[in-house]
């Protein structure tokens, strides 16, 4: 008999609502985020506003996705992905494993002497706090423009057919987060492997003629932790994990 159902949101993905930046960006678009892949987590978008485009790299090659209002996209874990915004451009981001991707599942495209290790790379992408948001903004800019430039080099190269830059910044980035591992897998067992496992629970609770959990359906709601944080992307509203 299953005895409570999973309280988290559902399938233990994470929420948060984004606007892109409106910054011009190195290469002349009107707007754009930070170039970065993830390691371990799917990403969705749900545009709500406005007007733009997703450009991913991977091994395969380059693309662009238009994004507008009713558009959803997704990719999966390696895909480097930088948004641009053309005008208002506001998106629902849908992330597998909860917090994950807050949880440091995300390595932005740097050039590789800030790859060296955990520290460094700390160092080039910390958003200082306690700052005057003028501040941020000037470091949250700079951060981004880096990450382009490096972006452009990684397209140009596997689009003129030599693959060892992408390959070289993958391999960086898996060795960043590998000591992070452990406790990544546990947070994947608290949610979405915990989710999966009280659903399979629930069918055989249905197959068996138990259906006394249904008794224990609770409703939550909630907003925001955070505001107009200063992400990868844009400005974020991020949720909490419930």
Known sequence: MVSATYEGFPAAVGVSRLRVYDWPTVD??????????????????????????????TTSGYQETPLEPGVVAWFTPGTIHRLINEGGLEIVVVMQNSGLPEAGDAVLTLPQDRLTDAGTYADAVRIPSGVPEAEQEQVARARRDLATRRFLELRKATEGGDPEPLAAFQRAAAELVRPRLDAWEQRWRDGAHAAATVTQAQLGALRGGQERYLAEARVVATGPGARGRFGMCGRLDVYPDI
């Open 28 to 57: 002349g678009r009107p707007g754009g985020g930070t170039p970065h892949l993830h390691l371990t987590c799917s990403e969705g978008y749900v545009v709500t506003a406005g007007r733009g485009s997703v450009q991913t790299l």
